[in-house]
């Protein structure tokens, strides 16, 4: 497999002006210890990472748009040759932030729905009037020509309202939806019990797989749920179509779940380079290293990129890498990232728990 750096999120700020539930930085509007970074020292990150590779970088947070700088950062990347992109929760935007991520050239934005209606979208985000905030978003961006795709996280607390969701997203006009499931980091933490279970999970994603064969030109994929690319190649096979490791491909042109530390990194505010965005541990710190140097060396980054290091069912699973299990639920759940995937009910048929 090809280590190619493809994707990174940037937190640019950890300020928010929602206090949502499974909020994996706990952002909120005032955070002590966590300041924002200056536009020069972004500029620089932004040169570090244009010299190493030309990844996607998804400006986000936080609210980044708390950052007045905020497209002057994208501007400079996308000088650099960088794909930018922009991640809210669509409350603060108005007619001028479009005209702005316009003129900075911003190629995708993505905005938050956890809910179908205000009450449960608003209950998961903390903050009443969050949906309409979405929704008005999502209205000036057709307007104004501005592609967006729909990020969706799911606890127990909304996970009837899936396809509800599901069917919204589309109607709004996003040109993707992205299903998450959730990983108890930062606030997640303090809603462990609201997890959704691994039989629950399996059926979502067998659901999931039902209604992505009926797509044709929206993009749908699950995110943060590594073992949906065991599940279609297990209905895949079930209904008969040969499949091969080797030749999986999905709609989003991708053919493996978990891709932290090996196609995908997130910079937090503080530098601190990690695995993917709920993944707490640095491999590095960007301000005392080059991203290069971080991506290519780091020995976190190194262990994530060996599957033979995998334990209990994931180091025994014949699906091992096409699905890899979700490294930052294992390390949430078991304190160590190398461990089994947690919430993943398959039982692998080498697997012999004596071992």
């Given at each position: 497999?090809?280590?190619e750096l493809?994707?990174?999120?940037w937190e640019i700020?950890?300020?928010c002006?929602?206090?949502?539930v499974?909020?994996?930085?706990?952002?909120?509007?005032?955070?002590e210890?966590?300041?924002?970074f200056?536009?020069?020292e972004?500029?620089r990150i932004l040169d570090d990472?244009s010299?190493?590779?030309k990844?996607v970088?998804?400006?986000s947070?936080?609210?980044p748009l708390l950052r007045?700088?905020?497209?002057?950062?994208?501007a400079?990347?996308k000088?650099?040759?960088?794909?930018?992109c922009?991640?809210t929760n669509g409350t603060l935007?108005?007619?001028e932030i479009?005209?702005?991520?316009?003129?900075a050239?911003?190629?995708?934005?993505?905005?938050?729905?956890?809910g179908s209606?205000?009450?449960i979208?608003?209950?998961?985000?903390?903050?009443p009037?969050?949906f309409?905030?979405?929704?008005?978003?999502?209205?000036?961006?057709?307007?104004k020509g501005?592609?967006f795709?729909?990020?969706?996280?799911?606890?127990?607390?909304n996970?009837?309202?899936?396809p509800?969701v599901?069917r919204?997203?589309?109607?709004?006009?996003?040109t993707a939806?992205?299903?998450?499931?959730?990983?108890?980091?930062?606030r997640?933490?303090d809603?462990?019990?609201?997890?959704?279970s691994?039989?629950?999970?399996?059926?979502?994603l067998r659901w999931?797989?039902?209604m992505?064969?009926?797509?044709?030109?929206?993009l749908v994929?699950?995110?943060?749920?590594?073992h949906?690319?065991r599940?279609?190649?297990?209905?895949?096979?079930q209904?008969g179509e040969k499949?091969?490791?080797r030749?999986?491909?999905?709609?989003?042109?991708?053919?493996?779940?978990?891709l932290?530390?090996?196609?995908?990194?997130?910079?937090?505010?503080?530098g601190?380079?990690l695995?993917?965005?709920?993944?707490?541990?640095?491999?590095g710190?960007?301000g005392?290293?080059?991203m290069?140097?971080?991506?290519e060396?780091?020995d976190?980054f190194?262990?994530?990129?060996?599957f033979?290091?995998?334990?209990g069912?994931c180091?025994?699973?014949?699906?091992?890498?096409?699905?890899?299990?979700?490294?930052?639920r294992a390390?949430?759940?078991s304190?160590?990232?190398?461990?089994e995937e947690?919430f993943?009910?398959?039982?692998?048929?080498?697997y012999n728990?004596?071992?």
């Open positions: 497999m090809d280590f493809k994707w990174l999120a700020t950890r300020r002006n929602l206090r949502c499974h909020c994996r930085s706990s952002s909120a509007l005032e955070i210890g966590h300041p924002d200056s536009t020069r972004g500029m990472i010299r190493f590779a990844p970088v998804v400006l947070g936080g609210e007045k700088d905020v497209f002057d950062l994208a400079h990347g000088d650099k040759g960088l794909r930018m922009l991640a935007v108005t007619p479009c005209d702005r991520i316009k003129e050239d911003i190629k995708m934005v993505s905005l938050s729905l956890d209606t205000a009450e979208h608003d209950n998961f985000r903390n903050q009037g969050a309409e905030g979405t929704i008005n978003a999502a209205r000036l961006f057709r307007e501005i592609n795709l729909i990020n969706s996280s799911f606890t127990k607390r996970q009837e309202d899936i509800n599901y919204l997203a589309k109607k709004m006009g996003a939806w992205y299903m998450f499931m959730i990983v108890p980091t930062g997640g933490e809603i462990m019990e609201e997890l959704i691994p039989d629950d999970y399996e059926a979502i999931h797989y039902e992505e064969k009926s797509e044709d030109t929206f994929r699950p995110t943060c749920a590594p949906y690319y599940v279609r190649m297990q209905m895949a096979r209904e499949v091969q490791h030749t999986l491909k999905f709609s989003t042109g991708g053919s493996k779940g978990c932290a530390g090996q196609l995908i990194a997130l910079i937090d505010v503080d601190n380079v695995p993917c965005s709920y993944f707490p541990l640095a491999a710190n960007i005392k290293a080059s290069k140097e971080i991506w060396n780091s976190l190194k262990e994530l990129r060996n033979s290091g995998y334990k069912r180091g025994s699973c014949e699906y091992i890498r096409v699905c890899g299990g979700c490294r930052a390390y949430a759940l304190g160590d990232y190398l461990s947690p993943c009910n398959y039982v692998p048929r080498r728990p004596g071992e």
